[in-house]
């Protein structure tokens, strides 16, 4: 009686332990194309990234480089002091999206052009996303706004 009673514990313990290692390994799967890690310019050029790799590229819009193509395509380079990556993307860029502003974009590096599926601008006059701000600092060109 009392190994029946040891025995089901043990089977109610493996059964647990399948099912843990099956969940994480589920909600692994799930959140592997919602995971962008961000990089810099700087990054991107020391380290090109696969062209399967989606990824988030920071940094200021390079000023003289927008350049409003046929339809809805636009290029433009992207900086953060220490090196520029030009970027394409199709689409109706954000009201605040100008020269010399903080921009992030998640896209894809394939040969030697960030193609941007997503563009997000700064959404006031003082905002910078916080891994730009940093990549910037790092770089040394980073410049406390106005108050």
Known sequence: MKSLKKQRRIQVIAVTVVALIAATSLIGYALQDGINFFRSPSQVMEEPPAASEVFRIGGLVEDGSLVRGD??????????????????????????????????????????????TEILAKHDETYMPKEVVDALKEQGVYQEPDS
Request: no cysteine; charged share 15%.
């Open 71 to 116: 339809g809805e395509t636009v290029r433009f380079s992207v900086t953060d002091g220490g090196a520029i990556v030009p970027v394409t993307f199709t689409g109706v860029l954000p009201d605040l999206f100008e020269e010399n502003q903080g921009m992030v974009g998640t896209g894809r590096y394939i040969n030697g052009v960030f193609e941007a």
